[in-house]
């Protein structure tokens, strides 16, 4: 928001050098002030309207990362449960639209409230108001629907449709809401942004776009879906043993991983919600929010960058072959860490960030072989864990300058431990990590217990051997037939292909005689 362009007649009239007696004079000052007022009004429209205008593209951006999930998913699954995913990721937009305009933005934003949880604006009543517009509203909701997609790939290939309905509604309706309640909400107990009170530990945590607040969310919540229901059928051999069931597309993974690399120039420099705002004449005409927007982007950038390549040349030395899924896995671990912290590190810290991410992720994915724990996408362990990583990361190599740009106000504000600011903001990042598995935890863990025990949850081992594209939503994703034509008969001359998996194996090549 500009400053005002204040003007008053009295003010003006010694500059003219004549006296408030001069009728002339005084109605000429403050017509030049009636200008000032007028001129102040049109800058102001326009930097609501710029700053708006901003968010909305970003909104867009985020909401772009669902078909990025959604072809991440297909590609990461059996070719026999494409459609049941893809429908999956259309649900999670859906329902979680509905849940969050009725309940989940109140829930997040609707003070004035307590520290625990909103009470304003459920179904957007008296909206907008001084605080909030629809577009920030929209951009909220693209965030809450993130934490669900991460969910439903923990749960892939084996649960029922209505399993999905319900914890996608409860996720973004409730469970999400109350968490970015408490971190990004200016009257949450935990919030670095928090607009009175004490800080918690005099710091607040450092969350600025939601390493800890969406994907820890998604990635615990996905985790104890995952355990409750159990792995896949196959996914470890009577001995123990892990047996791949790797996805069927390559292609889809790729496209799906580039799809969330450009949504998520929306999802951390949108972060800031606003873009017209000057960070002081000290800093120079040319440096101002849009700087630090810039800046983290770059820092997303070197995070998932750095996270691919590391993940590219371990992976190189672990197994003895380049893996394209393995390192588009790995960037996304490199982008979910720094989320926390894009805003307030320097570019070389996140390339830390970044390599640290991919060791996280591959300790992670081993450790989750050893349990039996069995993740279609590794969502709990690239979003929940890399996601904890993020937030301490932050707590080690937040920057004095960049964090009281970010969150100004409070000048002695602790920073960064790595940095020389103390160990207090730390010590808040550690409480996150803490609060949020406590939270997902009592929470999503008795829901699905409850499904379980309804047997809404997992479908029938016949259902999941066969693939639930067949039996659950009416053929298979890759066959096509005309309507009313029989494809089931075997005298059908509609083409049809069957497609299959070639494994490398001990057999030469034949060689090539023309």
């Known amino acids: 928001m500009a400053d005002p362009l204040s003007c008053a007649a009295a003010d003006l009239l010694p500059l003219l050098g004549v006296g408030a007696a001069n009728a002339n004079a005084t109605a000429a000052a403050a017509f030049i002030c009636s200008r000032f007022a007028a001129a102040s009004e049109k800058l102001s429209t326009a930097t609501y309207a710029i700053d708006s205008t901003y968010l909305l593209f970003s909104a867009y951006l985020v909401f772009a990362m669902q078909l990025g999930f959604a072809m991440l998913c297909a590609g990461s699954v059996r070719a026999k449960n494409t459609m049941n995913i893809m429908l999956t990721n259309v649900l999670d937009a859906a329902a979680g639209g509905l849940s969050y305009y009725l309940f989940g933005y109140a829930f997040a934003f609707g003070g004035p ?21 629809y577009s920030f509203f929209l951009y909220q909701w693209a965030f809450a629907i993130a ?31 109350v968490v970015s309640h408490w971190f990004w909400a200016g009257d949450g107990w935990a919030g670095a942004a928090k607009s009175s009170g004490k800080l918690l530990f005099n710091s607040g945590v450092i969350d600025f776009a939601g390493s800890g607040v969406v994907h820890m969310v998604g990635g615990i919540a996905g985790l104890w879906g995952a355990l409750i229901e159990g792995p896949r059928i196959g996914r470890f051999d009577h001995s123990g043993r892990s047996v791949a069931l790797r996805g069927h597309s390559a292609s889809l993974v790729v496209l799906g991983t580039f799809l969330l690399w450009f949504g998520w120039y929306g999802f951390n420099p949108g972060s800031f919600l606003t873009i017209v705002k000057s960070y002081g004449t000290g800093s120079g005409a040319y ?19 750095t996270a691919a390549l590391t993940t590219l040349f371990s ?27 894009c805003a307030v590190v320097e570019p070389w810290a996140a390339i830390v960030c970044g390599f640290v991410a ?96 309804l047997k809404l949850l997992r479908v029938s081992n016949e259902d ?30 509609l083409p049809q292909f069957k497609m299959s998996r070639i494994e490398p194996g001990d057999t030469p090549t034949p060689e090539y005689h023309p």
Request: hydrophobic share 40%.
């Open 358 to 453: 991919a060791w996280v992720l591959i300790g992670l994915n081993k450790l989750a072989e050893r349990l039996k724990y069995d993740d279609p996408l590794e969502a709990a362990q690239l979003h929940g864990g890399c996601g904890a990583w993020g937030v301490l990361f932050t707590g080690l190599f937040a920057t004095k300058d960049y964090v009281n740009e970010v969150y100004p106000g409070r000048p002695d504000r602790p920073y960064g431990l790595f940095m020389g600011g103390g160990g207090r903001l730390f010590a808040a990042q550690i409480v996150q990590i803490l609060v949020i598995i406590g939270w997902v935890t009592a929470t999503m863990a008795p829901l699905f217990l409850a499904l379980r025990k």
């Open 315 to 341: 992976k190189r030395v672990l197994v003895g072959h380049w893996n394209v899924i393995d390192v588009c896995n790995g960037l996304l671990g490199g982008f979910a860490a720094i989320t926390s912290g």
């Open 147 to 177: 934490a669900a997609g991460i969910t439903s790939g923990s749960i892939a290939e084996r649960t029922q449709f209505v399993a999905y309905l319900i914890y996608s509604s409860f996720l973004t309706g409730f469970v999400y809401p």
């Open 464 to 493: 999941e051997t066969a693939g639930m594209d067949m039996t659950r939503h009416g053929g298979m994703a890759y066959i096509y037939h005309d309507e009313g034509d029989d494809y089931n008969n075997n005298n059908s001359n």
């Open 113 to 133: 409230s307590n520290g625990f949880i909103g009470k304003h604006f459920f179904g957007l009543r008296e909206f907008p108001s001084p605080t909030a517009d």
């Open 287 to 305: 440096y101002g929010q849009w700087s630090a927007i810039g800046r983290t982007a770059v820092t997303t950038t070197l995070a998932g960058s």
